[in-house]
């Protein structure tokens, strides 16, 4: 059977009354007494209000929560940091944003990502780049200007229109073409080194050359042709009696 409230006895235990001692407090750990009035009264801190945790904390709030700062903001976390938002979130810079991370970098977007720049973008890769489109790509530009060292390009099917095509190359093009086929409405090309290596395009010009033989061969027969019946005309004119 517990013992009665009212037993007489102590339920906790007080400090013995001393009265020499009356008149210190007891330990204020890193809180020092003769620097109370000074805003580093409390050692490892510095303000008006300050707080000094040897421990965990945990803060729960069932409704909003606003805060005003009036002059800057700063936190540092010693060793990991978690934001859960399970709604919308929302942030706006007025002035400048500078982000510098120094591990690894892993974002990832379930949903569609849009971005609007209405001003420069400047990009400066010191490492290689590595892009992978597993669907479709479209980028519709108005003026696109390149500098490429080396360009090598691999594509299974290409088709491409254009209405001005102008192409320089300095100081050496080499192209290698299995089967090209290639429709320009304009185009002009200079090149100070050129080489070209096309199969098929080399066997047609051979054929081409005979072709352009029995042509020429054709026209002396029909120029013969013509011949003969321009004599036979006017022999027959001579032998007429409307003459």
Request: one cysteine or more; hydrophobic letters at 30%; proline letters at 5%.
């Amino acid at each position: 059977m517990p013992d009665p409230t009212f037993s007489g006895a102590p339920k906790t235990s007080n400090q013995s009354f001393d009265p020499s001692t009356d008149n210190k407090t007891p330990s204020l750990g890193s809180l020092n007494m003769k620097s109370m009035p000074s805003p580093t009264a409390l050692s490892g801190t510095t303000g008006i209000d300050c707080s000094l945790i040897h421990g965990d904390e945990w803060n729960q709030i069932e409704g909003n929560l606003t805060e005003n700062i009036l002059k800057n903001h700063k936190a540092t976390v010693m060793i990991n940091e978690t934001h859960t938002v399970n709604n919308n979130l929302v942030h706006r810079v007025n002035g400048t944003t500078n982000d510098t991370r120094i591990g690894v970098h892993n974002q990832t977007n379930i949903a569609p990502r849009n971005e609007t720049y209405a001003h420069t973008l400047s990009e400066t890769h010191h490492q290689p780049e590595h892009r992978e489109q597993k669907t479709e790509d479209h980028n519709f530009v108005t003026s696109l200007l390149e500098f490429k060292e080396k360009h090598y390009e691999w594509k299974t099917f290409f088709v491409e229109f254009k209405q001005i095509s102008l192409g320089f190359c300095w100081p050496l093009s080499f192209e290698k073409h299995l089967m090209d086929a290639t429709g320009h409405i304009f185009s002009m090309e200079g090149s100070a080194i050129e080489v070209e290596m096309k199969e098929i395009k080399s066997s047609l010009g051979a054929l081409g050359t005979e072709i352009k033989a029995g042509k020429l061969k054709a026209a002396a027969t029909h120029l013969k042709a013509i011949g003969g019946n321009i004599n036979a005309g006017l022999a027959l004119n001579a032998d007429s009696p409307f003459g």
